[in-house]
Each structure stands twice: as C-alpha cells, then as structure tokens.
C-alpha cells in the first residue's frame, strides 16, 4: 500500500502542471493488436482527461489495414516506412480505420468512464490534404496542407475525447492515407499541444547496438538518419517529432507501447518509458 501512495504522491506535480494542456497521443503498434493493452492505453486516456488533460487520440491501423487486404488478394507494399495506396487500397484503409478501429476506441474510452467522439480528417473541415510529394509514386497517400483545429476544441471544451483516424481529404473530394505519425505531428503543432506521444512497439529510438537512446536533441535527428542509426518506420516518427517541435509543442515522446500503462508512466512518473526528443531552450526535466 505505501508503494501505491508513493506513486501517487509522485504524480501530484505533474498532474498539476499539465493540468489543461493538450497532450496528443499517437497510437499505433503492439498497443493496438492485443487487447489486454488496449484496454490498458485507453484506462490512461480516460484518466488524464478525469485530472484535467485534454488527451486528442490520432491513430492509424496498419495492420488491421494489412489483414484486410490480404483477404482480398492484395500484398501491402512499404517504402521508407509508407504504405503504397492505389484506389482499392485507399477504400479499404478509410473502412478499416473509421468504420472499425476509431469505433472500438471510442467503446474502449466510454467503458473507462470517459466521453469520447470518433471523427477523421475529413469531419468538419478537420484536415486539408495533399498528395505526399516522394521519388517514387505512392498512389495515394498524403500529406496535410491545412489544419482547422475549431471542431477539435469545441470538442474539448464540451468534455469529449476527440478519436481522428488519420485519412484525410483534398480540394477536389480526392481522399488520401495520411501516415498517423505525420497526421499528429501537424494537429499537435496547430493545437499548440504541450505534448506529442508517439506509441510503438519498440523500447523508443534504438541505436546501432539496438541500446535504447533516451533523450536526442531535435537538431541531431537528420544525422541519425543520414548514417542509418534511423531506419524503416521510425523514419516518419523522428520527422515528425522534429517538425512538431519546430512548430512549438515542447516535447515528443516515443515510447514502448508493450508496457502496460505506457502513457502514466511517461506522464506521471519520473521516468519514462522510451525516448524523449526535445528543443535545447525545453530541455528541462524528463517529462517537462
């Protein structure tokens, strides 16, 4: 029982201090797949919304995406961590993400107690997209040209969890696959979020000698990533981190989402649970 009162002793301060900031959660990786911690990230959710956060949950859904092509024939195809989205493709990533994954979230939230509203990037004005520029040809996927982050408040102010499932649309009704990680990176920037948490399904930023790295400074990320310490999908994670951060949210975290009550404990503890990357001027302390 003292342990149980140490820990929350321990979360007064931080409790008190992000107490009505925008934390934007990313979520995506083994926290998705397996129920037990699904159930555990949603509990999270609910709770800082309870002790006065506003949590905004982005997800994506690559592998139910992937399960579900496969059963109409199709192979998913990769490049520097980017789905390759042709028009069959497309539809069946908007089916998955808004009309199943987004739902089971928003369930998982009301049974804890919390009062979340499901919506994607092409719900009221949300997300402006725009087709991704790349060297090579990824169908359609996107990127966000513009944010109109009022439906988001009035969400917040009305005591709902906002849960975006990261599609988007453009000018011309063309709708698109925004990677979840580039998706919340431009929502936390124009919420002025004070938190960006990227959930994944590996300790955090590995090095060479797969050894967790705790803390990178933004201004080293494009050297990570020019001598390959950075790899795979953790290439749009870093981007976006380091872009957020450019744009003001004052820290991002990516961390381990395998480990039960991944988001308290990165929150509300003093120490984390994967990496954290940060300006120099917000250095601070782990979890400021």
Sequence with gaps: MKLHAEALIEALPY???????????????????????KEKVMQDVAL???????????????????RWLEKVGKKAKFIDGLRVTDA?????????LV????????????????????LSGKDGGLVTAKKIKSKTDLGFVG???????KVI???????????????????????????????????ASSL?????????????????????????????VNMLTRNKTIQGGM?????????ALRKGVRAVHIIDGRVEHCVLLELLTNHGVGTMIYEVKNKGKKNK
């Design 99 to 118: 009309g199943k994954v987004s739902k089971e979230l928003v369930y998982l939230i009301s049974k804890y107690g919390g009062h979340a509203v499901s």
């Design 192 to 220: 002025k979020a004070r938190k960006l948490i990227l959930l994944t399904d590996v300790p955090g930023v590995l090095d060479k000698n797969k050894k967790l790295i705790q803390k990178i400074k933004v201004s080293e």
């Design 235 to 243: 290439i749009p994670k870093l981007q976006s981190a380091a872009k």
């Design 48 to 66: 800082l919304k309870y002790v006065g956060m506003h949590p905004v949950i982005i997800h994506g859904g690559g592998k139910e995406i992937t």
């Design 15 to 37: 409790i008190k201090d992000f107490a009505g900031s925008i934390i934007v959660i990313k979520y995506g990786g083994a926290a998705m797949v397996e129920q037990h911690l």
């Design 143 to 149: 990127d966000i040209a513009s944010v109109n982050t």
């Design 88 to 96: 069959e493709t497309i539809e069946i990533a908007e089916m998955v």
């Design 153 to 187: 408040h009035h969400l917040i102010e009305d005591g709902y969890i906002p849960v975006i499932s990261s599609i988007g649309v453009d000018k011309k009704g063309q709708t698109f696959n925004i990677n979840a990680d580039h998706f919340a990176s431009a929502l």
